[in-house]
């Protein structure tokens, strides 16, 4: 797992507008009391506060910041050219005048490159402006775990029906998704295990002596598969259980 980088640049505008570009009536103000010199940005209706830079295509990314006022804002994620949105929604939308912390998770398309991040604040009647600060915007990283052992046990007394075994570590992730291929064909899928966990497949009969058999990770959110081992009838089949490095 890799360190958290905020790609965003001086998202608590604490270097004046750095990295930003501004429209008209968007200025940076100075919180009174207790927060001493915490700055924030403050965006009156029909404004924007806009910053450049390249994301990852096919990739997770959490947005956090925090905002406050009796205005609604609306934050967007594009790319220019060609034109595609990777993000877009209405933030601080209970009007809320106390600073409050807002987290967004998404995932990227193939269609990524040079991008806009923009914040704004559309008209309202009541011409009141939305404050916001603390903007971080970091990939998550894909987060699994190798098993513990697998084996393959017949769990038939008349017959040839195997069924597959799978242990987890006692660190692996909550909800990871296993899948299994045979001879680079599909199995199954494992849902959702966790740490110390124990997961039977149901039962096959067509499992037979040099078949090969991998077990992937799954990412739901990008599609994406992650080889945890590799392993063959004969390993798993043998006595015991066949421990992975």
Not at 151 to 165: A, I, Y
Request: with cysteine; net charge negative.
């Amino acid at each position: 797992m890799s360190t958290e980088s905020n790609i965003i640049i001086d998202g608590g505008f604490e270097e004046g507008f750095d990295g930003w570009v501004l429209s008209s009536q968007s200025s940076i103000f100075v919180e009174d009391g207790a927060t001493e010199n915490n700055h924030f940005c403050r965006i009156e209706p029909t404004n924007t506060i806009t910053q450049y830079f390249t994301i990852e295509p096919e990739t997770t990314y959490r947005l956090t910041l925090a905002v406050r006022g009796e205005a609604k804002g609306n934050v967007t994620i594009f790319q220019t050219y060609p034109t595609h949105t990777s993000f877009i929604s209405d933030i601080n939308t209970n009007l809320n005048a106390e600073w409050h912390r807002e987290e967004y998770v998404f995932t990227t398309s193939a269609d990524t490159g040079h991008t806009a991040f923009r914040i704004s604040v559309p008209w309202n009647s009541a011409n009141t402006p939305m404050d916001i600060d603390l903007i971080s915007l970091v990939e998550v990283p894909f987060e699994y775990s190798k098993p513990l052992w697998v084996n393959m046990t017949n769990v038939s007394s008349s017959s040839r029906f195997f069924q597959l075994n799978i242990m987890t570590r006692s660190d692996a992730p909550e909800g990871q998704i296993n899948l299994i291929y045979r001879n680079g064909n599909y199995v199954t899928q494992m849902d959702a295990v966790g740490p110390d966990d124990f997961n039977q497949t149901g039962g096959y009969s067509s499992f037979a002596a040099g078949d090969v058999f991998q077990f992937r990770a799954y990412n739901s959110l990008t599609g994406k598969e992650y080889l945890l081992c590799e392993t063959t009838y004969e390993q798993l089949t043998a006595s015991g259980v066949f421990n992975i490095e």
